[in-house]
């Protein structure tokens, strides 16, 4: 009886070790969304937006301030990280409300993103803000 228990554990444990290696766990990939973002310092106020494009028109001295809305139609808590890349981070006077929160399931949240030229701004620049969804 002691013979066969212990053959039975040893079966196990070898239909264990053949199995495992192919199990194979599923994670989710992080999804990133790029928004194209063009500045362009000019005598008045535009603003066009496109499903994944912001071209502003802005004078130089002024503000303008624009937004994205972010859901989470997830089954979990997600984490959401939103950065600017390109020539418009490199500005004092583009900036995000945040970089970093998280969503519950069906919840909103609204990335805002601030422009403020100096007086003495001119040219054009060109980004992106980037969100990335983990």
Not at 91 to 116: A, M, P, R
């Amino acid at each position: 009886m002691k013979t066969i228990t212990k053959e039975i554990i040893f079966f196990i444990i070898i239909l264990i070790l053949l199995i495992y290696p192919n199990i194979k766990i599923q994670t989710k990939q992080p999804e990133i969304k790029v928004y194209q973002i063009n500045i362009n310092i000019s005598n008045n106020y535009t603003t066009n937006i496109n499903e994944n494009m912001l071209n502003i028109n802005i004078p130089a001295g002024q503000s303008i301030s624009t937004q994205t809305k972010i859901t989470n139609n997830e089954e979990k808590t997600i984490s959401i990280n939103s950065q600017l890349q390109g020539q418009i981070k490199t500005q004092n006077w583009v900036s995000i409300n945040e970089n970093s929160f998280s969503l519950k399931l069906n919840e909103e949240k609204n990335i805002q993103i601030n422009i403020h030229p100096p007086i003495n701004a001119q040219g054009n620049l060109s980004g992106e803000l980037i969100i990335t969804t983990i």
